[in-house]
């Protein structure tokens, strides 16, 4: 009798172990999108400060920062293109905008000369300044290689 119970508490074990396994698999898949940002932020958020950028970095491990002017042309023409692959990609990181005439000593900090020019931040570090208006494949390409060097994708 005493044998009997063994056998099926070694039985149940099985299967717990099968379904505890399976519980765990599943919620490292979804722990590894949740890895990349904390928070999913609306596309084309505008920030107006330094904390709120530091903020960002802190919840996000990439963040582009769009810094552009409403004066600058070019600014205007890379809005959508910057919209676009945002969306795209934004359970991945997050895609905020800066306008430096609110505070040009951010853009100095990032080292931003022009306008536009879009700033990759991975784990707080800057690993790509993108300068300018570029086209929406070339924009989308860039992302998606930071994202895969940072692992997220």
């Known amino acids: 009798m005493n044998d009997l119970a063994g056998d099926i508490i070694l039985e149940s074990d ?6 505890l396994n399976e519980l765990i698999r599943k919620y ?8 990349c ?3 999913i932020y609306p596309v084309g958020k505008e920030v107006r400060s ?7 970095i802190n919840k996000c491990k990439i963040v582009f920062i769009n810094f552009y002017s409403p004066t600058c042309p070019y600014c ?3 809005y959508p293109v910057y919209m676009s692959v945002g969306n795209k990609y934004k359970e ?7 306008n430096v005439i609110y505070s040009p000593e951010v853009a100095w900090r990032y080292n ?17 300044h993108i300068p300018g208006y ?3 494949n070339v924009f989308d390409e860039i992302v998606k290689r930071v994202l895969k060097k940072a692992s997220c994708i």
């Open 14 to 19: 099985v299967e717990l172990n099968k379904i």
């Open 28 to 35: 490292m898949a979804r722990e590894k999108v949740s890895l």
């Open 37 to 39: 940002c904390k928070t």
């Open 50 to 56: 330094e904390e709120e950028i530091d903020d960002l």
């Open 76 to 78: 205007e023409l890379f």
């Open 92 to 98: 991945k990181a997050a895609f905020i905008r800066f």
């Open 112 to 128: 931003v000369m022009a306008t536009p020019t879009t700033v990759a931040i991975v784990n707080g570090e800057i690993v790509a």
């Open 134 to 136: 570029i086209p929406e």
